[in-house]
Nanobody, 114 residues
Framework: QVQPVESGGGLVQAGGSLTLSCAAS????????MGWFRRAPGKQRELVAT???????NYADSVKGRFTISRDNAKNTVYLQMNSLKPEDTAVYYC????????WGQGTQVTVSS
C-alpha cells in the first residue's frame, strides 16, 4: 500500500510562509492527480488544492492567490507553498491521490498564530 509522507509543517506567525512536501512511492504517482487536504480542529477534512499529472492546478477559494501547489514527478513529490498565512489556515495538512487513492498519511501540523 502507498502511504504518503507529509513534512514541512510548523508554527508561523500570521502573514508568514511555509512550504509543505509530500512524498509518495509507487508507480501511479506520475499519472495521478494529487491533492492537498487539511483538517482543522473540530472540522471535517477539506480539499485545498489539486494538480493533475500535466500540471493543471485548482484551489479552494479560501486559499486562492496565497497557496501554490506543484509537483516533481522525478522525485514522486508534491509541494504546497503557503504564503500570507492566516490563523484560520491552522490545521493538519495531508496529501493524497485523486484518481488513485492512497492510504492516508500522518499529515503535518501547521499552526498560524495571530
Amino acid at each position: 500500500q502507498v502511504q504518503p509522507v507529509e513534512s514541512g509543517g510548523g508554527l508561523v506567525q500570521a502573514g508568514g510562509s511555509l512550504t509543505l512536501s509530500c512524498a509518495a512511492s509507487g508507480s501511479t504517482f506520475s499519472i495521478n492527480t494529487m491533492g492537498w487536504f487539511r483538517r482543522a480542529p473540530g472540522k471535517q477534512r477539506e480539499l485545498v488544492a489539486t494538480i493533475t499529472s500535466l500540471g493543471t492546478t485548482n484551489y479552494a477559494d479560501s486559499v486562492k492567490g496565497r497557496f501554490t501547489i506543484s509537483r516533481d514527478n522525478a522525485k514522486n513529490t508534491v509541494y504546497l507553498q503557503m504564503n500570507s498565512l492566516k490563523p484560520e489556515d491552522t490545521a493538519v495538512y495531508y496529501c493524497n491521490g485523486m484518481r488513485y487513492f492512497y492510504t492516508w498519511g500522518q499529515g503535518t501540523q501547521v499552526t498560524v498564530s495571530s
